[in-house]
Structures are given as structure tokens and as C-alpha cells.
């Protein structure tokens, strides 16, 4: 059982957006951990999405953005396209447990 | 181009030893922390170890702590996780990957492929 909580699973139709939350506690998001998202496609590694919150690495497309507020975070995809079905895991770090932790990921598809 | 290739990885009996190493390329190895991060099955992510950039500073989640060994050879390039009393738990891909910063929570910027280890 993950520390941070994501939905197991979430679905959108081509061209919508999709939110994807990630809700912790006041040990790890709320005690003010920076959070990050990865995007995991199919047989592949995992490839940093969005970190510090809210900054996107050159080259993913700013359809993607990150927001966090409290012990929450969220990653919006806005213009949903087939090749964004993938794992999303949100990753931040817990000071209770001392390490760096990942919410349980989002399997998205896309309808 | 930052690139990271991961071996070692193979079909191990429980109770046994194994070493994964880590060649990273396209970047200056030593300037940056490293981390070791897990993938049973099926599952999601966990993250095992971390280590700094000159090797003094070592972080393990409690699952591997006094098992799993995490080091580093900056002239050679290379890291290395040398794991210990392996179990069927340990059965994952495990990945390497970058910290651009060594702060606690730091993202981890670039992956490799990852290394199959079946306990």
C-alpha cells in the first residue's frame, strides 16, 4: 500500500482532458516534497513527465501540465491522444519512512 | 546523449547473492547522484536506493536495508547495487536512474532499460 493514492484506473474519449490525482499526507506533499510524474508506456521505462510540481522537461508537449495544493498533486492531460495511454506514477518523498516514494500508478486509456 | 545500460540481472535461487551494474554515458557521472528503483511484476514502482555523487552518502528504503549494498566507480563510469539474501520479493526489473540533484524527493530525470532479476 503506497503512502500516496492515485485512482487504479481512468479512461477519456480523443481530445478531452483527464486529471490524474495524487492525494498524501502531511509527511510527504504536505510537509512541502516537491512532486514529480513519470509517464510509463507499454514494455518500457518510466520517463519523467513533470517535476518540481509543475515544470515539464524539454520536449514533452505542454499538453501535460502538473498542479499541487496541500497534501494533493494532479496531472492534467488536456487533448487526449492514443499515445498517451500509459502508467502514470506520481513520486515524492516521505519523512516518516525516510525515502523517496511512488503513488501505486494510473493505467489511462484512451477510448 | 544520456544514456544508462543496466546488466547483471538473471534467475537466482533464494538466499543467494547477485551484483547489477549501471554504465552511464553522455553525461559527467560523478556530478550527479544515483538511484536503483524496482518493479515487481505486474506492479507499480518502488524505490530501493540512493547514492551521491561522490559515493560518501548511501539511502535505502526499509525493504532492502541490510541486504542490498548500493556503490559507486566514477572512474569506471559505473553503479553498482550489490544485492544480498535474496527472496522471491525481490523479483522485479530494476532500473537505474539519474537524480539531476541530490535533495530528498529529488525527480529522477533519466532511466535505462532495466535489468530482469527472478528470485
Known amino acids: 500500500q503506497s503512502v500516496l493514492t492515485q485512482p487504479p484506473s481512468l479512461s477519456g474519449a480523443p481530445g478531452r482532458r ?34 518540481g510540481n509543475t515544470n515539464r522537461p524539454s520536449g514533452v508537449p505542454d499538453r501535460f501540465s502538473g498542479s499541487k495544493s496541500g497534501t494533493s498533486a494532479s496531472l492534467a492531460i488536456t487533448g487526449l491522444q492514443a499515445e498517451d495511454e500509459a502508467d502514470y506514477y506520481c513520486q515524492s518523498y516521505d519523512s516518516s519512512l525516510s525515502g523517496w516514494v511512488f503513488g501505486g500508478g494510473t493505467k489511462l486509456t484512451v477510448l | 546523449e544520456v544514456q544508462l545500460l543496466e546488466s547483471g540481472g538473471g534467475l537466482i535461487q533464494p538466499g543467494e547473492t547477485l551484483r547489477l551494474s549501471c554504465a552511464g554515458s553522455g553525461f559527467t557521472f560523478a556530478d550527479y547522484a544515483m538511484s536503483w528503483v524496482r ?21 535505502y528504503a526499509d525493504s532492502v536495508k541490510g541486504r542490498f549494498t548500493v556503490s559507486r566507480d566514477n572512474s569506471k563510469d559505473t553503479l553498482y547495487l550489490q544485492m544480498n539474501v535474496l527472496s522471491t520479493d525481490d523479483t522485479a526489473v530494476y532500473y537505474c536512474a539519474r537524480c539531476p540533484v541530490l535533495e530528498f524527493g529529488a525527480e529522477f530525470d533519466y532511466w535505462g532499460q532495466g535489468t530482469l532479476v527472478t528470485v
Open chain 2, 39 to 59: 518493479q515487481a511484476p505486474g506492479k507499480g514502482l518502488e524505490w530501493v536506493a540512493v547514492i551521491s555523487g561522490s559515493g560518501a552518502g548511501t539511502y
Open chain 1, 18 to 51: 483527464v486529471t490524474i490525482s495524487c492525494t498524501g499526507s502531511n509527511s510527504n506533499i504536505g510537509a512541502n516534497y516537491k512532486v514529480h510524474w513519470y509517464q510509463q508506456l507499454p514494455g518500457t521505462a518510466p520517463r519523467l513527465l513533470i517535476y
